[in-house]
């Protein structure tokens, strides 16, 4: 089974500043797929980044990046020049083989104005 | 991107009746959609995979006689929750899509009195 952890349930960052969230996983598949869900107080999910394990480079979507560490199983997201619309719960997510998503616990990020 | 639409948006009903709930591809087929349940400021838990034509499959400890789930069409899947009970009360947010990107309805608020 796959699990998926967030340590860090809060985040606070001040406008244009950086903030990283982190994320470790745990599998026995070698090939699989890893997500950064966003869910604003609208509680819709959107997707902010993805990154495919067999890839090396780390994905990057504007201002999102992620810093993926296939050995030691971790998949970090750097939000660069923080925005009041980022504030949301994040979410880590790892797909399974049969395309099922596992979620992390989650990370509350506040834009601080 | 792809269009998940998800009705109703919320909805209040009785403890001891049943609710339904409707998730729609509006703009591509689906012959596999995902129904999760999430409690405030929690994640984001599988409860199961709808399969269009044939019977849903769900995950460990989900019972599936109170939560039915029919995909009849390509575009359509519904969970209905019988019986409901206030424990019951959540939100449930289906997905759709691409193997490699989930599209997410945006949620139904269950509330049971």
């Known amino acids: 089974a796959q699990t998926v952890t967030q340590s860090q349930p809060e985040m606070s960052v001040q406008e244009a500043e950086t903030v990283t969230l982190s994320c470790t996983y745990d599998?026995?598949?070698?090939?699989?797929?890893l997500f950064w869900y966003k869910q604003p107080p609208s509680r819709q999910m959107i997707l902010v980044i993805r990154?495919?394990?067999?890839?090396?480079q780390n994905a990057t979507e504007n201002r999102f990046s992620v810093n993926f560490q296939k050995a030691a199983k971790s998949f970090s997201l750097k939000i660069s020049d923080s925005q009041l619309g980022d504030t949301a719960m994040y979410f880590c997510?790892?797909?399974?083989?049969?395309?099922?998503?596992?979620f992390g616990a989650g990370t509350t990020v506040t834009v601080r104005a | 991107g792809a269009v998940v639409s998800q009705h109703p948006s919320w909805v209040i009903c009785k403890s001891g009746t049943s609710v339904k709930i409707e998730c729609r591809s509006l703009?591509?087929?689906?012959?596999?959609m995902f129904w999760y349940r999430q409690f405030p400021k929690q994640s984001l838990m599988l409860m199961a995979t709808?399969?269009?034509?044939?019977?849903?499959?769900?995950e460990q400890g989900v019972e599936k006689d109170k939560f039915l789930i029919n995909h009849a069409s390509l575009t359509l899947s519904t969970l209905t929750v019988t019986s409901a009970h206030p424990e019951d009360s959540s939100f449930y947010i289906c997905s759709a899509g691409q193997p490699l990107e989930a599209f997410f309805g945006q949620g139904t608020r269950l509330t049971v009195v």
């Open positions: 599998t026995s598949e070698s090939n699989y797929y």
């Open positions: 709808s399969n269009e034509g044939s019977k849903a499959t769900y």
């Open positions: 703009d591509f087929q689906a012959t596999t």
């Open positions: 990154q495919e394990a067999y890839k090396q």
């Open positions: 997510a790892f797909m399974r083989h049969d395309y099922k998503l596992s």
